[in-house]
């Protein structure tokens, strides 16, 4: 079964630090992956896909992807209060898109 | 605007009530499925259709079923709701089943009593 792992949390970081986020995959033929951010009881959003090795980066974000160890992070800096949410990492399935189950994070003033 | 609408946003029901959550989404998306999300247990999949009468099997597909009459609608239905389906749904969809971004409905909390 084709799998994305993260860990759950939370990771507390203060304001104005650098939020970092992993997730793992198990199948080496991935090709894309999207970080999604979810407000407690709301409905996914995107923040960012990847589809090549390396770094990718859009405002305060930087999505990084290692094929060869088969991880993908996302970076967030100057990280804010509103950044606390759920960050869902996904990749592909057999079928289907496959969810980590989200890590915690929590920015504290 | 591009949206997945989904109906009802909450809803509160009795055990063995026939119940329908319905989605529908206005990008003519060829990819549509249906999640439910518990504590702990992050997104799962119940049942995804791929085009028009064409569904599957998700992950958690067991007391659910599903419709794709038309490209645009994708509703779930509970034929005989259980305490143990309380929880949050969410129906999305996408052009293509992977390497696309997947649009989420606005989730609908269900209560079964």
């Known amino acids: 079964q084709k799998e994305v792992e993260q860990n759950s949390g939370p990771l507390s970081v203060p304001e104005g630090a650098i939020a970092s986020l992993n997730c793992t995959y198990s199948?080496?033929?991935?090709?894309?992956f999207f970080w999604y951010r979810q407000y407690s009881g709301k409905s996914p959003e995107l923040i960012m896909f990847?589809?090549?090795?390396g770094d990718k980066e859009d405002g305060r974000f930087t999505a990084q992807l290692n094929k060869a160890s088969q991880y993908v992070s996302l970076l967030i800096r100057d990280s804010q209060p509103s950044d606390s949410a759920t960050y869902l990492c996904?990749?592909?399935?057999?079928?289907?898109?496959?969810f980590g189950k989200g890590t915690m994070l929590l920015v504290s003033p | 605007e591009a949206q997945v609408t989904q109906n009802p946003r909450y809803l509160i029901t009795v055990t063995g009530k026939k119940l329908t959550v319905t989605c529908s989404q206005n990008?003519?998306?060829?990819?549509m499925s249906w999640y439910r999300q518990d504590p702990g247990l992050g997104l799962r999949q119940i049942y995804y259709?791929?085009?028009?009468?064409?569904?599957d099997k998700g992950d958690v597909p067991e007391g659910y079923k599903v419709s794709r009459k038309e490209k645009r609608n994708f509703p779930l239905i509970l034929e005989s709701p259980s305490p143990n389906q309380t929880s949050l749904y969410f129906c999305?969809?996408?052009?293509?089943?992977?390497?696309?971004?997947?649009?989420f409905g606005q989730g609908t909390r269900l209560t079964v009593v």
């Open positions: 990847i589809y090549s090795n």
């Open positions: 999305a969809s996408s052009l293509a089943a992977q390497n696309t971004e997947a649009f």
């Open positions: 199948d080496r033929g991935s090709q894309s």
């Open positions: 996904a990749g592909p399935g057999y079928s289907t898109l496959t």
């Open positions: 259709s791929m085009n028009v009468e064409v569904t």
């Open positions: 990008m003519n998306h060829e990819y």
